[in-house]
């Protein structure tokens, strides 16, 4: 184990590539570069808020002294540091945005692991970076703690996701407009050290490619090819590395819709090249299932990434990384070809997920009809996609009367249905009971399989909420009760918050609805 104050980082991205080594944090456009040197800004009294041992267990990293909090706060560097924010661009709601960039994250450098690969720390909230445009680099406590208990929560689901080391508070008062209604206020600062074996976006392509730096792009393609994807060799292996990078996006929102998980703000800029889970902002669980919900306020009017269509989002924004590599390839049809093959993947993939969520022995083509049916059916009763799920792993093969089905369910309503609704989850449910019958597997196989896929307990915005509130009252019993209940999703060992989003919570601002500030 060694402290982030003694450890001699490792910086073979900023060795490698080119970049602004003024440490100008000014914003400004930075072409022919790929990251500035962007120093954190001091902050008045970093005190450490949350640890993860579990991750600091798997990065060899001692729980931090006075020191290492003081790094974690954005106060010290050490010299084997070089700290520095990338530059990208993106698609933002479907529109080019042009440069974007790290603006208010900094890299420390990459950690080594004995025996693993390497990790970029990240420091988000530590000051402005010359990407940071009209903001201030920093992040509030409300966003930080959301990032820190998500980006661990998804991992004990099982879902590829950038990790949350530490969580500090900062001493420092910070100015946010929430929902961007001209109501700016004061909250507490926080930082949160975040980490990945990369942070790489499908944005940092297109930047060069807008940009018509080709050298740079092709010597970062074959360099990502290289250290990420060590796997893929040979004449062809850029097309094999978008074809990998496709499978793993098709991973990652199977994986999303698995557990009802929203993101909120897919754009290219938020697209993980590794296929993770990144840039935790208006994020959601589903509470009462609705393909069509969105959680950020900003994407209220077309609900572009909505629920339903996180799938189809991950293949337009993959489309805008076959524009962005196009210039390798004389011709682009494989690239085309490869895109097309992310639909017949995923669906691939869906189809699995989806017969592991039911119980089924394996996914058959008749399975279809059954899954297309209990999705229409969840969406019509607008049942709480969680508690549904965990009632029907525990269905008896007893329960055929329309009466007892209503019965065993209702649970899961937010509210009342008619004959009509509940006679359509009849039937749904006698469907479902008679392909169980045609199960190859015994009931106990069946049951476990379910137990595996779908979570008892979710990380629900309400619980957020109410943490974050505690928190700035300076109470932390729930958030704790919470930094536990993450790491056991599947268990029953959490089930004081096994139950409906409570009434309150329906119009509670940074409950059921979130910006982009959050």
């Known amino acids: 184990m060694e402290r982030l104050s003694t450890k ?77 924010a990338a530059c990208y661009a993106g698609h933002q709601f479907g529109n080019w945005a042009g440069q974007l960039g790290d603006g208010r994250a900094i890299t420390l450098g990459e950690w080594s692991v004995q025996g693993a690969s390497d990790y970029e720390l990240q420091l988000k909230g530590a000051g402005p970076t010359p990407y940071s445009r009209r ?24 879902i590829p996701t950038t990790r949350a080391l530490a969580l500090v508070t900062t001493g420092d008062q910070v100015m946010r407009d929430l929902f961007y ?12 050290m975040r980490t990945a074996p990369s942070f790489l976006r499908f944005g940092n392509f297109e930047m060069l490619a807008a940009r018509q730096e080709v050298p740079q792009l092709e010597k970062l393609v074959l360099w990502t090819i290289g250290k990420f994807f060590p796997h893929i060799t040979g004449a062809n292996k850029i097309i094999q590395w978008f074809e990998d ?60 990434y909505a629920y339903g269509r996180q799938p189809a989002i991950g293949y337009w924004n993959l489309g805008c990384l076959a524009s962005a590599i196009a210039p390798l390839f004389e011709d682009t049809e494989q690239l085309s070809v490869a895109l097309e093959k992310y639909k017949t993947v995923y669906f691939a993939k869906y189809h699995v997920m989806m017969a592991g969520k039911l119980g089924l022995d394996e996914f058959r083509e008749s399975d279809q009809e059954l899954i297309e049916e209990v999705e ?35 649970p899961s309503f937010y509210e009342p249905h008619n004959k009509e609704t509940l006679q359509t ?31 008892r307990f979710i990380l629900r915005n309400y619980l957020l909420h109410q943490a974050i509130q505690e928190l700035d009252k ?12 993450i790491k056991n999703p599947y268990s029953a060992t959490a089930d004081e918050f096994f139950k409906l989003r409570p009434e309150w919570a329906n119009d509670q601002p940074g409950s059921s609805t979130l910006s982009c500030s959050s």
């Open 245 to 304: 990078i496709a499978e793993k996006t098709a991973d990652l929102m199977v994986h999303w819709i698995r557990v009802g998980f929203v993101h909120g703000v897919m754009n290219t800029d938020n697209m993980s090249i590794l296929g993770l889970t990144i840039d935790y902002g208006p994020y959601s669980f589903l509470d009462a299932y609705d393909p069509e919900f969105t959680p950020n306020t900003t994407d209220l009017p077309g609900r572009r």
């Open 8 to 84: 001699t980082f490792k910086n073979e991205f900023v060795t490698t590539f080119d970049g602004d080594e003024t440490g100008n944090l000014q914003p400004r456009q930075t072409p022919g570069v790929l990251y500035s040197k962007a120093i954190p800004t001091p902050v008045k009294k970093p005190e450490l808020l949350a640890w993860s041992d579990e991750l600091a267990a798997v990065l060899q990293i001692s729980k931090p002294d006075e020191k290492d909090i003081s790094i974690l706060g954005g106060n010290l560097t050490t010299p084997s540091m070089y700290p520095y």
């Open 135 to 158: 903001g201030d680099g920093r992040a509030v406590l409300r966003s930080s703690v959301r990032e820190y208990l998500m980006s661990e929560s998804m991992f004990y689901l099982g």
């Open 425 to 455: 989850l009849t039937d749904t449910i006698t469907h479902y009971q008679l392909r169980l019958k045609e199960n190859k597997i015994s009931s106990k196989a069946s049951q476990d399989i379910m137990k595996n896929n779908n979570p």
């Open 181 to 192: 209604d001209g109501r700016s206020a004061y909250e507490k600062g926080a930082i949160v």
């Open 376 to 410: 229409k059916t969840l969406t019509l009763l607008k049942a709480d996609m969680t508690i549904f799920y965990q009632l029907l792993m525990n269905l008896s093969a007893e329960t055929t009367s329309p009466e007892d089905i209503t019965t065993h369910f209702s």
């Open 474 to 485: 300076g109470e932390q019993t729930l958030f704790l009760k919470l930094q536990e209940a």
